[in-house]
């Protein structure tokens, strides 16, 4: 609560329009919802710009629903990660407009308006290094478009045949922010973070052999990374990835 | 090098004012500077914005105060990181108005005009954890101001007396990006990013008793941040997070 | 078996009413019941003031239940962890009073009288980070309970909405200890930590994404907390949380 | 600040007796003392009944020096840990009643009325394993200590000689809280667990051969202990599980 | 892109044989298929000598098919790992003269011309520890094979009986590069290390109990050999290992 | 092969009761059955006193029972570890006196006379901590009995309890040596090494929460023991410990 | 104590030789000598066979020449470990017969009649990898030495080059016991564990590069072994590898 | 021994040329040379066409020096690495012709004959990411060169500037083998074997910020590596890299 509020509540105080207890209420009030088994944070657009998002793991098919359900009535976008096929058939019995996207494992509800990316916004430029790493890609994809971020994709463009990267290079000097997602040894972060002049978001993936240790290595490869720029989530994190490059891409208003 | 300087190149060999065997040299041709030892990388600031940084880490003292020289002459800008005394001394017998930082062990050097922050950049918000972790701060500020972003200073606010961080909020909500400095449990990087709504750049130290393990304990709580929109570098790793805050502070023209 | 029991035995001896043979005997006897495959502590309610828990991984069902049926018939109360519904039908086929909590997987028998919490016991606080934390959250509570402490639960106020957890301060400031149950980073038990002035419990979960390992991320998380007076058991053992935390409630008949 | 005092506040606006504009400034006020690199978390005696404890490590000794003044001006007791004999000597130039135990690397103050425990509080019994473990059961005295918790040692008790321990098993059962300090492979948490029906709080220790891998290996065993009641503390940090020991104390006021 | 390429193409433009636009579009051309999904690197046996092989892992079985059928077109032989056999019966549909090793998990297809080793390349010594380190031992030799390297193979030939592998030091002398595949402690590559004077190549397998940890012991105490002229691919990479063998045995046309 | 029989061979060449080039081919010669995928190893009992013993992980069920039959032809004793049911169908099938323990997942097969230990070996006694060790424990106790060494099982007596192990102090000390099976935090094998004057074989097991990481914490607490006389196995490496407990008890001919 | 000595006791109260009270402090009383910061178990001579070794790492060297003294004063052999030139010193001061291996680190005090091994031990083979494992090989040489065990050296035989091991076949086979210190990938223990019939105790050094981790991949190698009957103790644990090399040896006596 | 040699011998034996005894004795005979606490294996020239490499760490100088002396009077060429000045300083003295390089810490000594490279071999790449890797390549250089290889050096053109590489494109496609040298994340093994059609030897080194944990993100990697044809040593074994080259490199006579 900003001191501006505080300040207008003690007002109503001073001014005989609020009783003292109430305004302690008030003070003390927070915005959440109680679901027994959850409290949702609808202050949380307000704070963050963008609604809590619903990550279905671990969590029961018709709790997703009914959480996702409070969601859409006090949001302009929704979006649910991690979410099987059998949670997405609950949410659709309530929400009919949600759209799954079952590669990146998404559930997304958007109001009509919402659904074009903000023009204003500067682009994200998506880069994915093999095929095995598009469903965290597309993770990463559904969740800065929800945020209404333009996203521009490059998929597997891996090092093992730099001249696929290269190919592209004036695209990707044109976006505001860059994630890089990579599994195996994670080396194309670096080679994206020495090539441009903007935020590199990098997102490792658990995809490869043995010494992987399931992401750890591309992990470790891209908070090492010699190239300035870059900074890491976790792995598997594309909704990560997403999200940071969206709050980016909203600050390039020019 | 990017299609319209090709295109340039080749128009004037199609008009005969270039032979081609000097046009296949010039696209060749690369922009680094060979002192046998290092090839520095005088193209860098064209393409990343920011000419390379002189990483001192196991160089000999005169090998960086000449690194640093061939930098002056073209850039700017110069910034040395990981900078002990000695090193110091030499390169400020080469270049007197470079500026050491002793906490941050930077040296910077910095032509009059770039001495103010860029006003029109977004601001970056610093917040450190405790006092311990000062040093990494400090070359994380160093490295923002010298690309030109204004630098706000939150220090020693770390979440076992969460009411001095939460009296700055409103200062923290402000700011276009906050770089959060944390060693020993680093969960002030996941409080910070619940509470405001643009990205967050953390870095983890190594600051803390046995089961911080140099960083590692800060390092895996901030990538697996239960809050949206915080990014990670490397463990110490000041200079990455200023260097990533700047670009960020940079798109922020509003 | 304490000074004065042997100094029983020993003056029996010296009466004459107890052979130096069997005396022995009883010195070396030890109160465990043999079951070949399990050799039943039923000295331990004497001895740490609560029967002996069955943990019932890698156990076969019908073990469990002569266990369980064993343990009964010395104990006002019986706890078993780590149960599968197949392992609870065998329980409640010798013992049909036995009551299952399937999301905690606890089977718990007690009897009548103990089936009030000791009002004379100090409060357990119960806080946990997100929901998919619920399944550890209540084998802490069911542990807490049947030991006979007072549990309060705060389900579902991670750090990602801080003011959730502020908006319970003053509850929590009642409790004898708190019990903190979270996953992926694990942040808030260093903030719980710094807000209150009794023993935090912290609980790790083996919730979140791929650089949690596991739920190494939070333990390492907790046990580097910043914040004074918070101890850590294992990775997702609500049942070691549970147990600590009532005999600290036990010790506080203020 | 506590629902209470806010409505006090209010109360006072709304009889008049004080102005909308300073009632804000005082919610939002926070009790901290701003020395630049330090922010004094003065109000933490009140919210967790003991003054901030001044970490040394990474403090530059005048640093140290100046904190432990002004907490000294603040409070009735003041705990420095890891401290040098090159800070303690900057502070005792402030302060010349503090004490310095050399083994505990602690500096403290104690008020003349403070330096004898509360014989209200319930004892702490301290079990070390073997005599290198010294340095970090000192500091876990000294920390008990000075919050005012009477403390039994019982050094040099390890379980490869098993009967030592053994023999003081009257004098363990007799405390409200035992706290096990040990390294190598720390199976005394456990054995001392099993014999104990109030909370073992284990600290496990550096000390040992190759894999011991600076206390992981004693840590990971006390996390992972057969025996109920144990919780764990960070490697070598003999501070905290005095700190947690001396809560529970506290809190046994039988 | 080699200079020579580039100064003809410059060449055709100073003739005025190429308009600058199409020479600048030459330029930047890659040789690639885009699939959508997928960029073929069809440069790649230019390049490297052998055309991109498809690991398999994460892909769609059509999509495998796909990528298979359009890589037939373009070369005489082709390699997919870790393929099931539910990705073979789509790729057979499109290939029919393609054929499955199951033991290997690998789908190739060769020529007529192709499916004989090379006889002017050097010999490849295939070795391996236990029965259970076939499946990654196979893969080896079907890569080597595919790629033309004639292939000898040693199974079973473990330290535990070192009479096994003496028995054949004279033919394992006679190759030009030894492979050798080994699981739980991997000491098989030091003891062929210390043998041979020509390049070993290590591949380390997953199999074995416990502290084994899916093939990290057998990686570590590959990359630690005393012997020389040991290097290391990844834990059951056999590809890996039959590739690099592959290399060196075409360097060897004595 | 000894010196003695290279010397028998070389009298018999220089007596000319043997051909030079038959001599090299002996000398050479090893003592191994080759099936293809598996050299059985039948010089394995006169060189280590004991036939090879299959390790079923990895084969195929045909392959293991080829294997089976091939040692029973040269041996009196066979064992084969990890082996499931259908391993043991197959086996049961060419070699009807195959025995097999479920619990062990051991197929034994010893001649008549083989069948009880030899009373002039020492005994062993095989601690186990917990009812979930026990598959392990049963490994060790079938690989020792098969190498005839009398053995005496104390299960479940785990440090929790440490009352159980106590009472069995001088049946302990009545043995040659002593396996201790443990998994959680395996604190049982210190205590027992404080107890006992002949070599501890301690088993780390893999039972256990979270952060005892499939058994890395059991094993590194006994590698850490503080109690001499305690060298480690692989962890749930049953065999592994009745393995080198039988050679122990083979010396003890007292 | 022994169910015999208690029994005796116990008569002797019955026949009234004993008062009650005595008899249970005798019963109690447990054999250590306290000397405040160290409790010497004289007691372990008899429990184990040999009288507590001092570990010297982190005690003062006061401290040790104490301890040194008093158990010299009960035995015939005393041992110290881990002790530098400055112990030394000042146990020399107190107990002039001691002798010092600056090698192995180690202080030995032997009553003239123990100096020669006992001729009815089993012999023990000591076998290391390089030079480098000097200081781990010769702590565990004077370690088996002082308690009674004949030992045989063979340094310097790691597996590049192997023929420097089998040269020495013969006298491997001849001993009762082996041990094998290596660091590197620690390859040795499996191949002497497939040459010999005896138990093999394998002690892992961090002797070695970068990947070698502190002895951590020898140990993995070691633990992992393919050979049976090698069992492992800690890294440079020299001391501990002759514990038990001895207490082997002492059980044959063939 | 290879079967010409034994068959050779026994021929003599059969002619009456030699002796039973003399030919058991060559048979067995070893080709080493015994220091006592070293066993110098002069035969591992023949068998692996290098002799044995000196690796100096926990050598002492004088060792060094004599082992050193005796591989001088058997061999052309000698190398020692890891040498301090110290060391050097006790080789000099008694091999005056030694030539030392500080910077890879190599003590080289080389028959006038041996001091150019074999034209014959093919020619090693040696690239290298950056300066501070500078001390590793150089020792992969020592090494490669004296066994005879051509080397040629291409040193700072890590991925961050990725067209410093591309600009040695043409080179690096003739050489026989590339050894990359790199610290920090390693990213440029994956861009150059992507590049090349000949054999990768990657050397990961322990240049870089916290979360490179000494080289471990390196080498994680390398392994890891997305492009096929690379294979790696231990973390800052240039010796390794470059041993493993040189042996390439004379296979690639063509």
Partial sequence: MKREQILEILNKV????LEPEDAANK???TAFEDLGYAKIDHH??????????????GKEPHQVAEIFQSLVKHNDNVLATRASDKIF???????PQARYNDLARTIIYQKEACKTPNSKYGKVALVSAGTSDLAVAEEAFETAQVMGAPVEKFYDVGVAGIHRLLNFYDQLTEASCVIVVAGMEGALASVVGGLVDVPVIACPTSIGYGANFNGLSSMLTMLNSCA???SVVNIDNGFGAGYQAALISKLDTR
Avoid: A, M, W
């Fill in 14 to 17: 001073s001014s005989g329009n």
């Fill in 27 to 29: 003070i003390k009030q």
């Fill in 44 to 57: 949380r657009s307000q704070r963050q710009g963008f609604p809590e998002v619903i990550y279905c793991q």
């Fill in 89 to 95: 058939n609950k949410v659709r019995h309530l929400i």
């Fill in 228 to 230: 300035s720029g870059v």
